[in-house]
């Protein structure tokens, strides 16, 4: 019911900057937290940033200092600053949102992943 749509990924040389986005659509509903996940070759999904829907951030150690996530709550978008990308950067990168969605009479818990956008560190 939720709809995530990634932009942003690409190819940069290490010492390098990205930005990621993320924008959520659909109807009925209220974002709750939202987060960006990677999941490089051969290694599990892992949490890069969440950002919660009061606006406390939490990062992975490896990213701290180096990625700035954002939230724009009245456009429903998450972005994800990336400086100083290191080769071991290289993965797919993943956005998340849990959500409510809100009826009369009930509401419903939800959580969306995005497609994925290749993110590569390389010289």
């Known amino acids: 019911q939720v709809q995530l749509v990634e932009s942003g990924g690409g190819l940069v040389q290490p010492g390098g900057s990205l930005r990621l986005s993320c924008a959520a659509s659909?109807?009925?509903?209220?974002?709750?937290?939202m987060a960006w996940h990677r999941q490089a070759p051969g290694k599990e999904r892992e949490l890069v940033a969440r950002v919660r829907s009061g606006g406390n951030k939490e990062y992975a150690d490896s990213v701290k200092g180096r990625f700035t996530a954002s939230r724009d709550n009245a456009k429903n978008t998450i972005d994800l600053q990336m400086n100083a990308l290191k080769p071991e950067d290289t993965a797919v990168y993943y956005c998340?949102?849990?959500?409510?969605?809100?009826?009369?009479?009930?509401?419903?818990?939800?959580?969306?992943w995005g497609q994925g956008t290749q993110v590569t560190v390389s010289s």
């Open positions: 998340e949102a849990d959500y409510w969605v809100i009826t009369p009479g009930q509401t419903e818990a939800g959580r969306s």
């Open positions: 659909g109807s009925g509903f209220r974002l709750n937290d």
